[in-house]
């Protein structure tokens, strides 16, 4: 049986590939950070009781900025495999706190790589290892971009992410270990967080549409980007340490749309006019901004046989549908007089 360690298990990503390496038979080892509050609900349809017999799911709890227990629990799980997912990766939020952003995707990614290659020098087993990149590392550089695009990050987390990327490089190259870039434009879905734009629009096209909220306020409307379901990318993840080398890779749709485009289609499952409702707040625009990120996912399509397989608009229309449900639930609960929890509510 393989084993996998994934670093933000409990994020979107992190709950669609312990999925997937689930069905796929592999044991999966997850690291999540202490917290007063439960915040494991996106991997709570997949968590069970490890006294159980045969649980195939365990959970660790460590952090990035802790190298000293990224050791130990490397020691614990002994992966085939690791993912590193975890990250502050909101960019907006990276502007106001870029030292912890940094050093949770930067220094967080160096610490973990110096512990896998420590684990794989004292155990002598080999260790498979994905690094989760960004699109927003190409920042200005202008679309089509691919994997010899100059990098020109306009924020601090996307800096961060640059630096990751170098010294998941630099380590596949300096000690010839099994390390792979995955640098991905803008996946999306239902499980998303919900202060970003994607999921914070259809929330609000549900909320307005039951009554339960009045105006949505955004940033940059014109702002395009190349949005994918997030269970589509994590299929290429798991295809890339799968490869005989090691090699870094665009995974794209190969399409560009705007926020614009995104509230209109929102708004428009719902039969809603979205101009009515949607006003503009500069607080939501960034000090320097990314205009348009479109990928070009050739060297995915070719070399891993990936494609995706949900479309921009199936996409938004999934994403609508779950958030207007949940809308209903909360409008169930306000109509009986209780006090609505919004956040125990998305855990359904």
């Known amino acids: 049986m393989k084993r996998a360690l994934i670093t933000g298990i409990t994020g979107q990503d992190g709950s669609y590939l312990a999925e997937l390496l689930l069905s796929r038979g592999y044991e999966v080892h ?14 709570d349809p997949i968590y069970r009781d490890p006294h159980q017999q045969g649980v195939r799911l365990r959970l660790h709890y460590g952090d990035l ?63 498979r290892f ?5 699109s927003e590392m190409f920042g200005a550089s ?3 971009q691919n994997e010899d695009t100059p990098f020109y990050p306009r924020s601090p987390y996307a800096v961060a992410k640059v630096a990751a ?7 596949r190259e300096a000690y010839n270990l099994f390390v792979c870039n995955g640098i991905l434009f803008n ?11 994607t999921r914070k629009v259809t929330r609000a096209a549900a909320r307005i549409k039951l009554g339960l909220q009045d105006k949505l306020y955004l940033g940059n409307l014109d702002a395009k980007r190349d949005w ?15 490869q005989p080398a090691p090699d870094d890779y665009v995974v794209a749709t190969g399409e560009a749309h705007s926020v614009r485009e995104f509230v209109e289609r929102a708004f428009g499952c719902l039969e809603l006019d979205w101009r009515q409702y949607v006003e503009i707040d500069p607080r939501y625009f960034r000090p320097t901004e990314v205009d348009a990120l479109c990928g070009d996912p050739s060297k995915a399509i070719r070399q891993l046989d990936w494609r995706p ?34 956040s125990e509510l998305a855990r359904h």
């Not at 997850?30 to 991997?43: A, L």
């Not at 994918?228 to 799968?242: F, P, S």
């Open 187 to 197: 996946h999306e879905s239902e499980r998303r967080g919900e202060t970003f734009v």
């Open 65 to 127: 900025a802790d190298g000293t227990n990224l050791r130990r629990i490397l020691e614990l799980a002994q992966p085939d495999e690791v993912y590193n997912l975890a990250a502050q990766s909101h960019v907006k939020v990276s502007f106001e706190a870029a030292e912890y952003t940094a050093d949770v995707v930067a220094t967080g990614t160096l610490r973990l790589l110096e512990c896998v290659r420590d684990h794989i020098s004292s155990s002598g087993h080999p260790v």
């Open 30 to 43: 997850g690291i999540i950070r202490r917290s007063s509050s439960f915040n494991t609900k996106r991997i």
């Open 130 to 134: 994905y690094q989760a990149g960004s």
């Open 165 to 171: 990327f170098h010294f998941a490089r630099n380590y």
């Open 309 to 342: 397989q949900v479309s921009f608009a199936e996409l938004v229309q999934r994403m609508v549908a779950h958030d207007l449900e949940a809308a209903r639930q909360e409008q169930t609960l306000r109509r009986a007089g209780h006090e609505v929890d919004e």
């Open 142 to 144: 202008p679309p089509p």
């Open 228 to 242: 994918g379901h997030a269970a589509d990318y994590v299929e290429a993840m798991w295809r890339m340490l799968q």
